[in-house]
Antibody, heavy 124, light 107 residues
């Protein structure tokens, strides 16, 4: 079955760190750009970061740049999001998403496959 | 950043109705627009990309149109499973941004 499964969410204090994982199955992760998107009731859907097929090109939203790091291990079929210096406003459900480009290594910046999400709560 | 707005914010409709949702970008995005459907407790689902291209497996009652700054999503004949929240998303430039959503409710 083609799917993405996020893990690693939880409760963390402000200033703390957390690493999210996104396990891919049923497709070849190395062919795709991948994204992280977060969602909370106040701000809605917010794009966080993306990474190219081999991990050599990354982009971040201004709100997380310098604090979050996206990476991937294609041999393990896993995407990561290392989150440092967490703030209360980072509290959200975090989704990983596969880029919709059909041609290997290209990007469209739409997401055609999403995981079910993992919840991050930053609170003292 | 490109701001995305949607109207209406919510709409009530009946099974069989035709519904149109509008999305507007704060600057031109050519046809770099997608529509997603999200049901409570679920992840968003891609319906349409490139303004009008139907994602594989999505029923043909969904259609999209528009270019530049103004876009529409139309559901030609509402089915019970279509009641959900719909989001637009621009992919023209970074950062990628989403609209605030339109909640489609049963009348």
């Amino acid at each position: 079955e083609v799917q993405l499964v996020e893990s690693g969410g939880g409760l963390v204090q402000p200033g703390g760190s957390l690493t999210l994982s996104c396990a891919a199955s049923g497709f070849t992760l190395s062919r795709y750009w991948m994204h992280w998107v977060r969602q909370d009731p106040e701000k809605g859907l917010v794009w966080v970061s993306r990474i190219n097929y081999d991990g050599t090109n990354t982009n971040y939203a201004d709100s997380v740049r310098g604090r979050f790091t996206i990476s991937r291990d294609n041999a393990k079929n896993t995407l990561y999001l290392q989150m440092n210096s967490l703030r209360v406003e980072d509290t959200s459900v975090y989704y990983c998403g596969r880029d919709a480009a059909k041609v290997a290594a290209e990007d469209l910046d739409y997401m055609d496959l999403w995981g079910k999400g993992t919840t991050v709560t930053v609170s003292s | 950043d490109i701001q995305m707005t949607q109207s209406p914010s919510s709409v009530s409709a009946s099974v069989g109705d035709r519904v149109t949702i509008t999305c507007r970008a704060s600057q031109t995005i050519s046809s770099w627009l997608a529509w997603y459907q999200q049901k409570p407790g679920e992840a968003p689902k891609l319906l349409i990309y490139g303004s009008f291209i139907l994602q594989s497996g999505v029923p043909s009652r969904f259609s999209g149109s528009g270019s530049g700054t103004d876009f529409t999503l139309t559901i030609s004949s509402l089915q019970p499973e279509d009641f959900a929240t719909y989001y637009c998303q621009q992919a023209n430039s970074f950062p990628i941004t989403f609209g605030p959503g339109t909640r489609l409710e049963i009348k």
